[in-house]
């Protein structure tokens, strides 16, 4: 038998992974997921950027449905940044992992623009979209310069 302390030491050691990956079996998944919900989010974003750039006409209803697709993205990645994600076919930089809160604040950063970006939507006022756009955009730049490899 092995002894009590020994055996919740290794009930620790197994279950702690699961709790803080809980919802990704692999880290390949946890990839996959996170890129998969930023690809989203930056093919609506090329959407409304055709629109802002004067390539596509501006339709209220459309740019609304856009930025409702990019405020929903905009919350999922974050989860799946699980330590040890860094892998050869990520771009994520290691600094993610080391620093977490200045990582954490560019996230919420972004979605507290993107927020700003929905409500301009809402508006239907072209010049509002056109300034909350710019926002959303920086803020995806500030985390990519900072934390995206090439
Ligand atoms: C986008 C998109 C990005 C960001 C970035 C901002 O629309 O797909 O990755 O904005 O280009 O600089």
Known sequence: MRPPIASIALTAMIALPFSAQAQFAKVEDAVKYRQSALSVMGTHMGRVGAVVKGERPYDKAAVEADVAVIETMSKLPWSAFVPGSDLPNSK????????QDKFKAGAEKMQQEVAKLSTAAKSGDLNAVKSAFGGVGQACKACHDDYRNK
Do not use: R, S
């Open 92 to 99: 994520a930089k290691p600094a993610i992992w080391k620093e």
